[in-house]
Antibody, heavy 119, light 107 residues
Framework: EVQLQESGPGLVKPSQSLSLTCSVT????????WGWIRKFPGNKMEWMGY???????SYNPSLKSRISITRDTSKNQFFLQLNSVTTEDTATYYC?????????????WGPGTMVTVSS | DIQMTQSPASLSASLGETVSIECLAS??????LAWYQQKSGKSPQLLIY???RLQDGVPSRFSGSGSGTRYSLKISGMQPEDEADYFC?????????FGGGTKLELK
């Protein structure tokens, strides 16, 4: 079965970079599309971006200047880097797989990792 | 960005009751809509995609309908395990956007 697991620091200082890893088992990241989604306190959710099976990326325009998604196919992992964070980036971060087929729906998600931005 | 307005924000239902949750899109989304369930402390689970298609393994008491800008998720016969947060997501226009969520509790 496909499983995703986020990992990374739970606390980041303002103005620093947030770096998270999504480790995938049961499915190769060289197939399909892989994304990052975050859920803010108060439950608002935001699509952040994705990396494709070929390594191409697409980002939410609201984050475009601060976000980077990369991957390591040898480890079947992909990564999120968000620069110049502020307290407004405090959220639970999820990685997810796009459901195979038409449409952009996400059928496997990691359990999420909470990141707090605070000095 | 397309705004997804979800209602109600919370509701409670009795065992066996039929429940309905709505999402209103700020523009037509051509049935490009998903519904997810998220239980406390767990990751979201895809229930419905393309507005009305049931994801594999999801109980048939869940159903989705709608068109244009208005979509709904129905649970036909509330069960204890249905207590969760539910949210919608449009995939019609990038960036994909989500509804604000509905907290469903068992009365």
């Amino acid at each position: 079965e496909v499983q995703l697991q986020e990992s990374g620091p739970g606390l980041v200082k303002p103005s620093q970079s947030l770096s998270l890893t999504c480790s995938v088992t049961g499915y190769s990241i060289t197939s399909n599309y892989w994304g990052w989604i975050r859920k803010f306190p108060g439950n608002k959710m935001e699509w952040m971006g994705y990396i494709s099976y070929s390594g191409s990326t697409s980002y939410n325009p609201s984050l475009k200047s601060r976000i980077s998604i990369t991957r390591d196919t040898s480890k079947n992992q992909f990564f999120l880097q968000l620069n110049s964070v502020t307290t407004e980036d405090t959220a639970t971060y999820y990685c997810a797989r796009r459901r195979t087929g038409s449409g952009w729906y996400f059928d496997f998600w990691g359990p999420g990792t909470m990141v707090t931005v605070s000095s | 960005d397309i705004q997804m307005t979800q209602s109600p924000a919370s509701l409670s239902a009795s065992l066996g009751e039929t429940v309905s949750i709505e999402c209103l899109a700020s523009e037509g989304i051509s049935n490009d809509l998903a519904w997810y369930q998220q239980k406390s402390g767990k990751s979201p689970q895809l229930l419905i995609y393309a507005a009305s298609r049931l994801q594999d393994g999801v109980p048939s008491r869940f159903s989705g309908s709608g068109s244009g800008t208005r979509y709904s998720l129905k649970i036909s016969g509330m069960q204890p395990e249905d207590e969760a947060d539910y949210f919608c997501q449009q995939s019609y226009k990038y960036p994909w956007t989500f509804g604000g969520g509905t907290k469903l509790e068992l009365k």
